[in-house]
Structures are given as structure tokens and as C-alpha cells.
């Protein structure tokens, strides 16, 4: 059984996500459906609260995230790296062009980005689950049929946002903590720590009532079509 979700449900999930979005989502269940997330309201609930929060419920700019940060906003996203903005002055200037100096360095190295090159700024956060890094993007388009390491801004269009969602919920294993009830804990492989917490703890709180409403169907898709 898997739950049914109408248009009308999409737009009261995600109210302010641009009509594409949305039309993506009705016309393509069966990606969530084929991953389990369809399964149960929790697991439905859990993935949907983080979804939205990572981007905005879709109202990002172009789906990616925005690395045009001040050196005082760098500083505070990351304190163990630079003391105050002075320190993020000298270590990479002001000339333009100096965030993606910066992510080269600070993603580089980590999340299958390799030292040395562009990765930490050409691997940033997109899509509706913010996929980051070099091995994310390969684990993720090689679940969904995209060359996403090849062509990263395939994550960004809305076509393809049901079976990004999907096929990163089948790379990080993450609905297994639905299903035992724990939302930190999905939280925390979703994307490392417990970023925005409250924000996402308020978006599956508002999103409750609707998902409480739905339906459960039958469904005829055979086990072995679910994206592992």
C-alpha cells in the first residue's frame, strides 16, 4: 500500500513552490513510491519536513545555494575555520570571485571533493534535498539516471526534483529512522548535524493535518524496482 497525494496536496505541502514543481511531483509519485517514502505518513512526513526546509519549499533562487556570503557571514557559518571576517579577508581577499576561492577550500577535500580543484564551489548545495559534495552528486545521478557530476545544474530543474528526492533518500538509507520514530537522527544523516532544527521541526508540525488526511492505495509496483 502507498499513500495517494493529489495536486491539491502537493500545493498545501509546498504553498509557495512554482507550478512546475508541483506538476512534477503528480506526474512522477512513482519515484517516491519506488523508494518506500510513499509508504508511510511518517516516512512521507520526515522526508517532506526536511525537503522543504533545505530549499525553502522550493523558493530558492535557481534551487542552489546561495555562496555569495559576506566575510562576517563566513565567519559565523564557520568559526572553528576563521576567528572574524578580518581572517576571511586575509586568507582570500575581496577581489570578486573570492566566495568561490573560499568553498574550493573549505569543501575541498571532504564529501568525495578532490583537494586542489574546484569541487568545493562547483558541488554546492542543489536541488530540493541540497545534495553537496562530489560523491554526492555521483551516488545521487547514478539512482536517478543523471549525470550530475557532469552536469551539475541537472539537480536544479523541477523535471527532475521527485527523483532526486527519492534516489537520495535510497543513498543515505534515511527512511530506516522514520520508521523507528527518530527525527534527529534523520536529521542528521540528511545533512551531517542538526542544521535548522527548529525550522524543520515546524514545517512536519504544519505539515501533520495534511498528511494525516491521505489515503492509502494499492499498488502493483514489484519490490524489485526500488531504487537501492
Known sequence: MTLA??????????PHAPDDIIAAFV?????LDRVGITETRTR?????????????????????????????????VFPKRFADAAAVRARF??????????????YGGRMGNRPGTDDGSRFIGRGCPQITGRDGYEQVGSRCGLDLVGQPRLATLPQHQPAILAAFCAWKNI?????????PRFVHEWNGGENGMADRRERLAGNDPIIARLRSVATMLPALDRLV
Open 5 to 14: 497525494i493529489t495536486a491539491a496536496d502537493w500545493r498545501a505541502i509546498f
Open 27 to 31: 506526474a512522477q509519485i512513482g519515484a
Open 44 to 76: 512521507l512526513a520526515y522526508t517532506l519536513a526536511n525537503a522543504e526546509h533545505e530549499c525553502g519549499g522550493f523558493t530558492i533562487t535557481d534551487l542552489t545555494e546561495n555562496i555569495g556570503y559576506s566575510a562576517e557571514r563566513l565567519a559565523e
Open 93 to 106: 581577499g575581496t577581489a570578486k570571485g573570492w566566495q568561490r576561492k573560499a568553498f574550493d577550500e573549505i
Open 175 to 183: 527512511l530506516r529512522w522514520a520508521d523507528k520514530g527518530d527525527f
